[in-house]
């Protein structure tokens, strides 16, 4: 499949297109075409290296993704081939399909376009975080 590739740990002028293996999806993962992806600050730590989860080379970066489900692995529920959905990935996000854990996978509203809801998952996020994990908000 046609992906944003790192092949070397670098800075984004490092990436190139080409071409990687198509994931397949395990027990509880869904495999989503991509219609839209999101580009964080995420990804330039996974292209330098300097994420937190480290990834073998070569591989697409992209944490968040907006598009189709493609299939499901075993015992996922709820989703089927064809619906609108937008996932978390932990990499694999910029390129044809990705694989996701189907407890990250939400099904879209029609009325939320790809790229919208591909800008969703870190932005949202990222704020959780700020405000439960570091301010330590309490419902």
């Known amino acids: ?3 944003v590739v790192c092949r ?3 800075p984004p002028e490092e990436l190139g297109i080409g071409e990687l ?3 397949e999806p395990g027990p509880g993962e869904v495999a ?4 839209a992806a999101g580009v964080s600050f995420a990804d330039t730590l996974m292209i330098r290296d300097l994420h937190q989860n480290k990834h073998k080379l070569p591989f697409a970066p992209g944490m968040e993704v907006a598009g189709r489900v493609a299939e499901t692995g075993a015992g996922v529920e709820g989703l089927s081939s064809g619906d609108r959905v937008m996932a978390l990935v932990y990499d694999g996000g910029h390129a044809e399909c990705a694989v996701a854990p189907a407890a990250e996978t939400f099904p879209l509203p ?3 376009s790809m790229p ?3 800008a969703l998952g870190a932005a949202y996020l990222t704020a959780h975080a700020g405000l439960f994990w570091e301010a330590r908000l309490q419902p």
């Open 32 to 35: 989503v075409r991509v219609e």
């Open 8 to 10: 070397a740990f670098g």
């Open 1 to 3: 499949m046609r992906a």
């Open 110 to 112: 029609d009325g939320v």
């Open 21 to 23: 293996p198509a994931p």
């Open 116 to 118: 919208a809801a591909a």
